[in-house]
Nanobody, 131 residues
């Protein structure tokens, strides 16, 4: 069983930075692909960023290029069972509940952008960007 807990969401202003994190209690964290998704009020959940396990080398990351390109960075610290989402130059459109998710089945290949691929989810952390 995997339990994911997000933290670090807050109320910030346009242009600010913040770094939500997600910690896993599962023993399989280091071999799990991980992802960040977000859901704004009235909108569908969307892929934000993902990162491979990095078992065979440096973890590879992927982003929703249309919405967060060049502003967000995903990273992981396997020693702490934690992933991070560095959010820079935030915009009003970044306001959403941010969820982390774990994909335990993927071993090789690219990060999955489909939420259905991820088996475990956190409860979410709220990010509100005000002008």
């Amino acid at each position: 069983q995997v339990h994911l807990v997000e933290s670090g969401g807050s109320l910030v202003q346009v242009g600010d930075s913040l770094r939500p994190s997600c910690t896993s209690t599962g023993r399989l964290f280091s071999s799990s692909y991980m992802g960040w998704f977000r859901q704004a009020p009235g909108k569908a959940r969307e892929f934000v960023a993902g990162i491979t396990a990095g078992i065979t080398g440096t973890p590879r990351s992927a982003y929703n290029e249309d919405s967060v390109k060049g502003r967000f960075t995903i990273s992981r610290d396997n020693a702490k069972n934690t992933i991070y989402l560095q959010m820079n130059s935030v915009k009003r459109d970044d306001t959403a509940v941010y969820y982390c998710a774990a994909d335990l089945k993927s071993i090789l290949g690219p990060v999955a952008r489909n939420a259905a691929t991820y088996e475990y989810w956190g409860q979410g952390t709220q990010v509100i960007v005000s002008s």
